[in-house]
């Protein structure tokens, strides 16, 4: 069964750092590309970035390029999005969300559950 | 950016009747690379369709996806309780893929 598990949301003031990971599991993490996806309250969806099965190729929303850094590490099927200058509008829910492919083609089969990032002073 | 334009809405249905939701893109989305998900309240969304038309791994075949250039519909034929729920359009056509704006279903 494919698991993807998203930790490190919370609570933080605009300026400083966030880091989310997403521990997956039930399949070949390093066949597939990995995927951000993110949700304000209330709203719709929003993809954030995604990275190649190989991570030769990483994307980012205009939103956030700059700002954030997704990375993985296909050793310990694992997938890391390093957030820096947070501001109040990437308030969201973010979910960790398995490709389809191994490059980065965002059709995205399996969702994590979301973990909650409120930035606010 | 290609712009995802979702109509109607909010979809007022019974269960049994046949939904049809539309998804109108800004630009042409070449190759079709238009998928659709589902969304229940306080859960991730769900793959339904993508390529425009092709079903996802254990979906239902009431679920069906249609449509070309810039303009997508996907269609329930007949509506199970388990169906009223929010529906997103998605192009993944560009390095920047985008969502609609969701199409709510609701029972009547």
């Known amino acids: 069964e494919v698991q993807l598990v998203e930790s490190g949301g919370g609570l933080v003031q605009p300026g400083r750092s966030l880091r989310l990971s997403c521990a997956a599991s039930g399949f070949s993490f390093d066949d597939y590309a990995m995927h951000w996806v993110r949700q304000a309250p209330g709203k719709g969806l929003e993809w954030v970035s995604g990275i190649s099965w190989n991570s030769e190729t990483i994307a980012y929303a205009d939103s956030v390029k700059g700002r954030f850094t997704l990375s993985r590490d296909n050793a310990k099927n694992s997938l890391y999005l390093q957030m820096n200058s947070l501001r109040a509008e990437d308030t969201a829910l973010y979910y960790c969300?398995?490709?389809?492919?191994?490059?980065?083609?965002?059709?995205?089969?399996?969702w994590g559950q979301g973990t909650l990032v409120t930035v606010s002073s | 950016e290609i712009v995802l334009m979702q109509s109607p809405a909010t979809l007022s249905l019974s269960p049994g009747e046949r939904a049809t939701l539309s998804c109108r893109a800004s630009q042409s989305v070449s190759s079709n690379y238009v998928a659709w998900y589902q969304q229940k309240p306080g859960q991730a969304p769900r793959l339904l369709i993508y390529?425009?038309?092709s079903r996802a791994t254990g979906i239902p075949a009431r679920f069906s996806g249609s449509g070309s250039g810039t303009d997508f519909t996907l269609t329930i034929s007949r509506l199970e309780p388990e169906d009223f729920a929010v529906y997103y359009c998605q192009q993944y056509h560009s390095s920047l893929p985008t969502f609609g704006q969701g199409t709510k279903v609701e029972i009547k």
């Open positions: 390529g425009a038309s």
């Open positions: 969300a398995k490709g389809v492919f191994g490059l980065v083609i965002a059709v995205l089969d399996y």
